[in-house]
T-cell receptor, first 111, second 114 residues
Framework: QQQVKQSPQSLIVQKGGISIINCAYE??????FPWYQQFPGKGPALLIA???DVSEKKEGRFTISFNKSAKQFSLHIMDSQPGDSATYFC??????????WGAGTKLIIKP | DTEVTQTPKHLVMGMTNKKSLKCEQH?????MYWYKQKAKKPPELMFV???????INESVPSRFSPECPNSSLLNLHLHALQPEDSALYLC?????????????FGPGTRLTVL
């Protein structure tokens, strides 16, 4: 019940396209859902996060969509660029110190 | 200053060596974390310090010993490591708990145990 399931494992998108990564959870006590972006050899960087009282949050080209009833949330990257090529992790937290991480999605944006 | 810094960037050590990893933040965060990350995997939580006190130890072997000298600094002392301990070691900090404002990660220390 503590798991966060992330899909797909890898994703190839053409430059300018929309990249979509999905996550699902079981524990309805989760109340904080961040997305992290990680480039090879670097630490994860907090990209965008959402609380369950809103259905969507947008920051620039990055949008989180949140479906509380389905227990799913997704990251949309609009106008995807080669510089967006990285590994993306979703996570969930119950307002404590412990993030429950998804397995990660390797995103490749083709020029 | 919105950065978490870690030193060294790379470390190679033998199984009998003693070494330390260092982490520093100047964001006034009161929680600091050590994670271990293997290739193509998400970070695994090792330790959490809250207000300079160890609050979570995720059953980490005693060959890893954390230390929080003050609210800005976090160390990880390494002794008698095994080759399977080779990984990227990440430090992170957050204002309070993970649910409020997120965790901010350093660039990591790439550790190789021979």
């Amino acid at each position: 019940q503590q798991q966060v399931k992330q899909s797909p494992q890898s994703l190839i998108v053409q430059k300018g396209g929309i990249s979509i990564i999905n996550c699902a959870y079981e524990n309805t006590a989760f109340d904080y859902f961040p997305w992290y972006q990680q480039f090879p050899g670097k630490g994860p960087a907090l990209l965008i996060a959402i609380r369950p009282d809103v259905s969507e949050k947008k920051e620039g080209r990055f949008t989180i969509s949140f479906n509380k009833s389905a227990k799913q949330f997704s990251l949309h990257i609009m106008d995807s660029q080669p510089g967006d090529s990285a590994t993306y992790f979703c996570a969930a937290s119950i307002s404590n110190y412990q993030l429950i991480w998804g397995a990660g999605t390797k995103l490749i944006i083709k020029p | 200053d919105t950065e978490v810094t870690q030193t060294p960037k790379h470390l190679v050590m033998g199984m009998t060596n003693k070494k330390s990893l260092k982490c520093e933040q100047h964001m006034g965060h009161r929680a600091m974390y050590w994670y271990k990350q293997k290739a193509k995997k998400p970070p695994e939580l090792m330790f959490v310090y809250s207000y300079e006190k160890l609050s979570i130890n995720e059953s980490v072997p005693s060959r890893f010993s954390p230390e929080c000298p003050n609210s800005s600094l976090l160390n990880l002392h390494l002794h008698a490591l095994q080759p399977e301990d080779s990984a990227l070691y990440l430090c992170a900090s957050s204002q309070e708990a993970a649910g409020f404002g997120g965790q901010f990660f350093g660039p990591g220390t790439r550790l190789t145990v021979l």
